[in-house]
Nanobody, 123 residues
C-alpha cells in the first residue's frame, strides 16, 4: 500500500559529501515523521536523523553538525545531506516513515520502510 524508495547512495572518499533522498508513494494522506536509520555489517540498526511534520528534527550524536535532514510534506519526500563523511558512516541507510494515514478512509499504519541504499566511505 505504501512504498518508500531511497536513492543517492554510493562510494565516496572520507571528507566528501552525499545526499540521500527518499520518496514515499501510494495513497498517502499524511505522514507524521520521516527519518533515516543505518545498519553497518555486524551492528544493530541505529537512528541517524528524524524530522516531524512540523519540521522539528533530532539527530544521533555521531552525526550532529555533519548531517542535515529535510522534508517536503507536499511531495512526501525526505532528504539526508551528509557532509564530512567518515569511514564509520559506511552502512546501509534505510528510509522510515512513521504514523502514516493512507487511503481515502485514512487507514493508520505505524511505520513503513524502504529497501535501503548503501553508502561506502573510503579512507
Amino acid at each position: 500500500q505504501v512504498q518508500l524508495v531511497e536513492s543517492g547512495g554510493g562510494l565516496v572518499q572520507a571528507g566528501g559529501s552525499l545526499r540521500l533522498s527518499c520518496a514515499a508513494s501510494g495513497s498517502i494522506f499524511s505522514i507524521n515523521a520521516m527519518g533515516w536509520y543505518r545498519q553497518a555489517t555486524g551492528r544493530q540498526r541505529e537512528l541517524v536523523a528524524v524530522i516531524s511534520s512540523d519540521s522539528s528534527t533530532r539527530y544521533a550524536d555521531s552525526v550532529k553538525g555533519r548531517f542535515t535532514i529535510s522534508r517536503d510534506n507536499a511531495k512526501n519526500t525526505v532528504h539526508l545531506h551528509m557532509n564530512s563523511l567518515k569511514p564509520e558512516d559506511t552502512a546501509v541507510y534505510y528510509c522510515n516513515a512513521g504514523g502514516l494515514r493512507i487511503g481515502n478512509q485514512g487507514l493508520y499504519i505505524p511505520d513503513a520502510w524502504g529497501q535501503g541504499t548503501l553508502v561506502t566511505v573510503s579512507s
